[in-house]
Nanobody
């Protein structure tokens, strides 16, 4: 089992920055594949970014590439999402997710391949 708790969401003006954190507990954090998803009102939950165990592979969605960065600190069992140049269309509930070790890129963008989820944190970007 993995427990995930997000923090760092809030209200920010367009062009601003936020850093989301996700504190994990439970199974060995360093071997767990981690990701961020988001869900805007009335829309499907969508993939944002993922990261492998050592941080060397970080696939990211086209919509946020160049503005968002995913990272992890295995010593602190914490996942991060640095969000810069925020746009109103980034407004959503952001979820931290984790999945058991396996072929990293297989289904990496599909929420169905992640077994563990946080409760979500709201990010609102005003224009």
């Amino acid at each position: 089992q993995v427990q995930l708790v997000e923090s760092g969401g809030g209200l920010v003006q367009a062009g601003g920055s936020l850093r989301l954190s996700c504190a994990a507990s439970g199974r060995t954090f360093s071997t767990t594949v981690l990701g961020w998803f988001r869900q805007a009102p009335g829309q499907e939950r969508e993939f944002v970014a993922a990261i492998n165990w050592n941080g060397c592979s970080t696939p990211i969605a086209d919509a946020v590439e160049g503005r968002f960065t995913i990272s992890r600190d295995n010593a602190k069992s914490t996942l991060y999402l640095q969000m810069n140049s925020l746009k109103p269309e980034d407004t959503a509930v952001y979820y931290c997710a984790a999945r058991n070790p396996g072929p990293f890129m297989m289904g990496i963008t599909s929420q169905s391949t992640y077994q563990y989820w946080g409760q979500g944190t709201q990010v609102t970007v005003s224009s």
